[in-house]
């Protein structure tokens, strides 16, 4: 499974749109880019996924670059709650990967 | 819908105990489940994948023999950790795979272990 790059850390105002970049160059044609959360202490919790189109539910959007090389997590009003550590993960059978993620400090 | 379950949530023993962990798929079938272990400070680290009847795949370095995984169900996976020591203390999380054509996976809630 490819490698994915994330800053470690990012800090967003309470309401503003938060955006959390993800490099994967080396992924390939049918990997698909997932999005993970884990707020203190608990398990990990899906927030969305993608292929080629960019993809938008509840609670995020994913926008992935035409040659798929990069993707940005976008949530559209940050709250306090969304302070966690957010994980980009190319992946298409098997084994889920963790990366470090980037730990989004959502600020008042 | 999707819900896994983890038992305990939390668990303290002595040196040299064995525990169990239980992981549950509370509404779907599970076609693989997954353990994961996560100290502080740090990311998950995937231990081994278990497929239902059959014997789990261990990441290198994880030692079989300390980290017993049955999966005698489509709903169920259990770790055991043998023979645990302080080393061991650590945050233990799983999760279920439902098989779709994009092989969904849902975690659950963790459970801290603390062994004294």
């Known amino acids: 499974d490819a490698k994915t790059t994330q800053p470690t850390s990012m800090d967003c105002a309470e309401g503003r749109a938060a955006n959390l970049p993800c490099n994967h160059s080396?992924?390939?044609?049918?990997?698909?880019v997932y999005w993970y959360r884990q707020i203190h202490s608990q398990g990990p919790q899906y927030i969305i996924h993608?292929?080629?189109n960019n993809e938008t539910n509840e609670m995020a959007s994913l926008i992935i670059t035409e040659d798929r090389k990069s993707s940005t997590l976008i949530l559209p009003h940050a709250t306090l709650r969304d302070t966690a550590v957010y994980y980009c993960i190319v992946f298409n059978t098997g084994k889920l990967i963790f990366g470090q993620g980037t730990t989004l400090q959502v600020k008042p | 819908g999707a819900v896994v379950s983890q038992h305990p949530s939390w668990v303290i023993c002595k040196s040299g105990t064995s525990v169990k962990i239980e992981c549950r798929s509370l509404d779907f079938q599970a076609t693989t489940m997954f353990w994961y272990r996560q100290f502080p400070k740090q990311s998950l680290m995937l231990m081994a994948t278990s497929n239902e009847g059959s014997k789990a795949t261990y990441e290198q370095g994880v030692e079989k023999d300390k980290f017993l995984i049955n999966h005698a169900s489509l709903t169920l996976s259990t770790l055991t950790v043998t023979s645990a020591h302080p080393e061991d203390s650590s945050f233990y999380i799983c999760?279920?795979?439902?098989?779709?054509?994009?092989?969904?996976?849902?975690f659950g809630p963790g459970t801290r272990l603390t062994v004294l």
């Open positions: 999760s279920a795979s439902r098989m779709t054509s994009y092989n969904e996976q849902f």
């Open positions: 080396t992924i390939s044609g049918n990997e698909y």
């Open positions: 993608g292929l080629k």
